[in-house]
């Protein structure tokens, strides 16, 4: 079956660029996208189609896609980013939707 | 502002059935396709099932194929999970999505409804 790989944890200081990876085969065909989850609350999507940010989303916020791995990077994070994040894809058929296991964000 | 509201959560038995129900609003929902995801007490998020705009395509995960099933009626902007043969590893927080149009991915999301599977 399809997994998508993320590291458990990433832990930055303020100010600091945090990049959280994500490992897939299917990645070089498809899109990665990346959600945020706060304790309680739904998930909130920060990119789309590799690169693109919705709108309302800080420009702090990139990603990337090389191979495959996509990369979700934070250019000074703030303590307000300490989140749980996630990326996800489909498969190469488009029949399975995936998510990463997710890595929690600590900016302190 | 799209809304959408699970209902239809709570503890069953193991074995047992529960059919969960999505209210959604301030969309035009027969145009989007929708999915269910769920989220296991302290765990990471799991896709569920999708169903396209006029229900003629579905796709589940492996985890939930032969026992769920997804449905969704236009007339009442309604979707829905049926869910047979509950396991405990079915406890979760199941969410209802939007998907995105002409794309793959969940564009906005429910608040979740809890099923807990338990004797």
């Known amino acids: 079956s399809y997994e998508l790989t993320q590291p458990p944890s990433v832990s930055v200081s303020p100010g600091q660029t945090a990049r959280i990876t994500c490992s897939g085969y299917?990645?070089?065909?498809?899109?990665a996208y990346w959600y945020q989850q706060k304790s309680g609350q739904a998930p909130v999507l920060v990119i789309y189609?590799?690169?693109k940010r919705p709108s309302g989303i800080p420009e702090r916020f990139s990603g990337s896609s090389s191979g495959t791995m996509a990369t979700l990077t934070i250019s000074g994070a703030q303590v307000e980013d300490e989140s749980d994040y996630y990326c996800y894809s489909t498969d190469s058929s488009g029949n399975h939707w995936v998510f990463g296991g997710g890595t929690k964000l600590t900016v302190l | 502002e799209v809304q959408l509201l699970e209902s239809g959560g709570g503890l069953v038995q193991p074995g047992g059935s529960l059919r969960l129900s999505c209210a959604a609003s301030g969309f035009t929902f027969r145009s989007y396709a929708m999915s269910w995801v769920r989220q296991a007490p302290g765990k990471g998020l799991e896709w569920v099932s999708v169903i396209s705009s006029s229900s003629d395509t579905t796709y589940y995960a492996d985890s939930v194929k032969g026992r769920f099933t997804i449905s969704r009626d236009n007339s009442k902007n309604t979707l829905y999970l049926q869910m047979n043969s509950l396991r405990a590893e079915d406890t979760a927080v199941y969410y209802c999505a939007t998907v995105a149009v002409a794309d793959d991915y969940f564009d906005s999301w429910g608040q979740g409804a809890l099923v807990t599977v338990s004797s």
């Open positions: 299917p990645l070089p065909k498809k899109y």
């Open positions: 189609d590799d690169n």
